[in-house]
């Protein structure tokens, strides 16, 4: 055999690894849209003003209270992700009254392609992301998934994800983030919540 189908071998084995390994990182770091999983962390988010959905997009994005086109990465947002893409001509979620099941939370070094901060070494120049996912289950049929809320940190410091206050200020007049019930006094921080690396 010749020296050049062995290397057109090694090279098509290449390239399907790469594949391979493509995929993967995309499933991982990207996620897929699945069911919400089952809990109850006492948090609840209510729809209390019409949320447009974007031409083409699957969420919603918040900002300083209002809905945004497009939002700074380098201040505080919210993400409210649907399960399909909307229509060219957008697509609107009217109500809905959901329970927060679970809350992941990871620290990223970006938050639109989603690569964990443990994957590269950045300096203290970069910015780094705290990521939160509030997965959202409702008793009705809602295309609805979760709340994404990002909060930026600079200098090498970093904290917590953002704080129900907090995600009350981004997402505004839209949503309604509230207890079901007084969170404990000595909670340190949101039940339910699992650090995802």
């Not at 399907?16 to 948090?43: E, H, K």
């Not at 990871?106 to 992301?129: G, H, K, N, W």
Request: charged share 15%.
């Amino acid at each position: 055999m010749s020296l050049d189908w062995h290397r057109s071998r090694e090279v098509q084995t290449l390239v399907c690894a790469t594949a391979f390994l493509v995929a993967v990182l995309v499933l991982g770091v990207g996620g897929c849209a699945v069911n919400p999983p089952a809990g109850d962390t006492g948090l609840r988010v209510r729809v209390t003003a019409p949320v447009k959905i974007p031409a083409e997009r699957a969420h919603a994005t918040f900002q300083r209270g209002r809905l945004a086109n497009v939002s700074s990465k380098l201040e505080p947002y919210c993400e409210l992700e649907v399960r399909r893409v909307s229509p060219a001509q957008g697509a609107r979620i009217e109500s809905g009254e959901f329970v927060v099941s679970r809350i992941n939370s990871r620290l990223l070094v970006d938050p639109t392609t989603r690569i964990a901060a443990i994957t590269l070494v950045s300096s203290c120049s970069d910015p780094l992301f705290q990521e939160s996912i509030w997965w959202l289950r409702s008793d009705t049929p809602s295309d609805v998934i979760y709340l994404r809320c990002i909060a930026p940190y600079y200098n090498c410091a970093f904290g917590p994800p953002l704080q129900p206050p907090q995600v009350q200020q981004q997402v505004g007049r839209y949503l309604a983030v509230g207890w079901a019930k007084a969170p404990s006094q000595a909670a340190t921080q949101l039940p339910g919540v699992s650090s995802e690396q």
